[in-house]
């Protein structure tokens, strides 16, 4: 501690800190939106086709 | 199919509290580095990324030559969501990194060995989606990404072997601390021990999103087959 | 189709030989099918010759280069070189086997598929040395650099090898997606960077009289590079060109 005082304060470098963890959490926020919103569409899809199937039956 | 298995709602929220945890020992447990200040907290996240992207790539090279030996086409889906997963951990390591690097010595890209060979995996993907995407029979695409794959796997490391012994300014982060390197730093026991939890915590994470990515893949799948067949 | 149709024959006739003496002979009859279409036509190597001198041309004024920092850059800018000519000549010999339907027909021979692979990729490997020894020396009168040096042959051989074996297997892949000939480069390039660091770097040590000591460690990496894609090229052909 008593070292840390003696020597130079750290650095300030907290608007990096913001900046790193905002595109950490961003991007993987948007892969999960993105895995969500395709299973929905693929879902709905294979609704449309499996009724499209039947008909053709 | 449809109905999501038990499982994985419970390793889903197994995940959550992890990662809930990790947060917390980044930004409140591990002690302020002595020289980089705050912007030191994105290493810990930085470098479990960049683990996950790795362990994607091993789990595709796997599934490559599991899908050669078998031709059970459920390979080729691990395959595509492991190396989607890591084009994404990969991508996030590269530019934390750089934020990191920015924050800490003043430049916003190091040629060092491993922020470099991040850059070229995420390439090598670039190049797998590409390919597959120009391939229309499914067995073909299945075969010829599962190649590449296995292809890629091996050169990699072979690049950052050649690139380390070409030149390297990235830390050192276990041990020994001034060990030449540039912005080496010691890491004290909190620090090791909030390093070990991310990478966990992202090795849990990254399995939680594979089970996820490979059950849309055969969603994915099942709806390319219907519409084969019924739009004849 | 004569050439092919003689290695065809070639093929069949000798069927009942013991194994490693059929897989010569099969390597050699692709070899030789290429070498002998390329003789007649020469489009191939006139191809990569005219664009192998202009990318020399190029490099003159996109670098403005003097004395001192050419000595630098000449091992760069000849790599450069022959990755880009040899992209061109591994699309063009694999697309001629594809367009031509050679490579069915060689399919069909009662041979192990790897001998396909061996005969294109030796193909390959002398057409892109032909190109390279005819560059050194012009590149060596335009620039008054001596690039005679026996060091820097052997780099250009090793890392030719590499670049050719994975080359040809990637230009098999490449040949039959819809995208073709700009797939390969996109695929090719990230997999030979480490061919393109070691032989940059053992070039330049071998021009500059650097000790042997310090080039071993790439010439050691061209050859374990080499080594282990030949090795896992044979393995993988067969799932490349099943049907």
Redesign the interface.
Same mark, same amino acid.
């Given at each position: 501690m008593i070292n840390t005082l003696l020597l130079q304060a750290p650095a300030e470098t907290t608007r990096y800190l913001v900046a790193g963890y905002t595109v950490i959490f961003g991007i993987m926020s948007l892969y999960i939106i993105s895995l969500v919103v395709r299973t929905r569409n693929l879902k709905r899809q294979l609704v449309m086709l499996r009724e499209l199937d039947q008909e053709r039956k | 199919m449809e109905s999501k298995p038990r499982m994985l709602t419970i390793l889903d929220g197994i995940t959550i509290l992890l990662f809930l945890t990790a947060v917390g020992m980044v930004f409140f447990y591990a002690p302020l580095e002595a020289v980089m200040g705050q912007v030191q907290r994105v290493f810990y996240f930085h470098v479990a990324n960049a683990w996950v992207g790795m362990l994607g790539f091993m789990v595709a090279a796997i599934a490559g030559i599991a899908y050669?030996r078998k031709g059970d086409r459920k390979w080729d889906i691990v395959g595509l969501s492991a190396i989607e997963i890591s084009f994404v951990f990969f991508f996030t390591a590269i530019v934390s990194g750089s934020i990191w690097a920015r924050g800490s010595w003043g430049t916003w890209w190091t040629w060092d060995p491993r922020l470099t060979t991040a850059a070229?995996c995420e390439?090598?993907y670039?190049?797998y989606f590409?390919?597959r995407?120009?391939?229309?029979d499914p067995d073909?695409r299945a075969?010829?990404g599962?190649?590449?794959a296995?292809?890629?796997f091996?050169?990699v490391p072979?690049?950052f072997?050649?690139?380390r012994?070409?030149r390297t300014i990235h830390p050192v982060i276990i041990g020994s601390g001034g060990s030449g390197a540039e912005g080496s730093f010691d890491m004290s026991p909190r620090m090791l021990q909030t390093f070990i939890f991310s990478l966990i915590t992202f090795s849990i994470i990254f399995a939680d999103l594979l089970w996820h990515r490979i059950r849309l893949g055969k969603l994915a799948e099942e709806a390319e087959n219907l519409r084969l067949k019924t739009l004849q | 189709m004569e050439p092919i149709s003689q290695a065809e024959k070639q093929l069949t006739r000798k069927s009942s030989a013991p194994g490693l003496g059929q897989f010569i002979r099969a390597v050699s009859a692709v070899i030789w099918k290429d070498l002998a279409a390329e003789l007649r036509s020469r489009e191939l190597l006139s191809a990569m010759l005219v664009f192998a001198l202009l990318v020399i041309l190029v490099f003159n004024f996109a670098l403005e280069l003097d004395a001192g920092t050419r000595a630098a850059v000449t091992a760069g800018v000849l790599w450069v070189t022959f990755a880009f000519a040899g992209t061109l000549g591994l699309n063009r010999s694999m697309a001629m086997e594809k367009d031509r339907g050679c490579l069915d027909g060689l399919l069909l021979a009662p041979v192990d598929r790897s001998a396909i692979y061996f005969g294109k990729a030796i193909g390959n490997l002398i057409f892109m040395l032909i190109v390279e020894a005819i560059v050194l020396p012009v590149y060596s009168v335009l620039y008054t650099v001596n690039l005679f040096n026996p060091g820097l042959l052997l780099i250009i051989l090793l890392g030719s090898i590499g670049y050719v074996a994975?080359g040809t297997?990637?230009s098999s892949?490449?040949v039959? &997606?819809? &995208?073709?000939d700009v797939?390969l480069p996109?695929?090719l390039f990230?997999?030979? #960077?480490?061919i393109l #660091?070691?032989a940059v770097?053992g070039s330049t040590g071998f021009l500059q009289g650097v000790d042997i000591a310090d080039i071993r460690?790439?010439i050691n990496?061209l050859l374990?590079?080499d080594v #282990?894609?030949i090795a896992?090229a044979f393995m993988?052909f067969d799932? #490349?060109v099943?049907e």
């Open positions: - | 050669l070229i390439l090598v670039a190049a590409l390919l995407q120009g391939i229309d073909r075969r010829f599962a190649v590449y296995l292809l890629s091996i050169s072979l690049t072997i050649s690139i012994i070409f | 994975v297997l990637l892949m490449a039959q &997606t819809r &995208t073709r797939l996109v695929l990230p997999l030979v #960077i480490p #660091i070691a770097k460690p790439w990496l374990v590079y #282990i894609f896992v993988v799932y #490349i099943e």
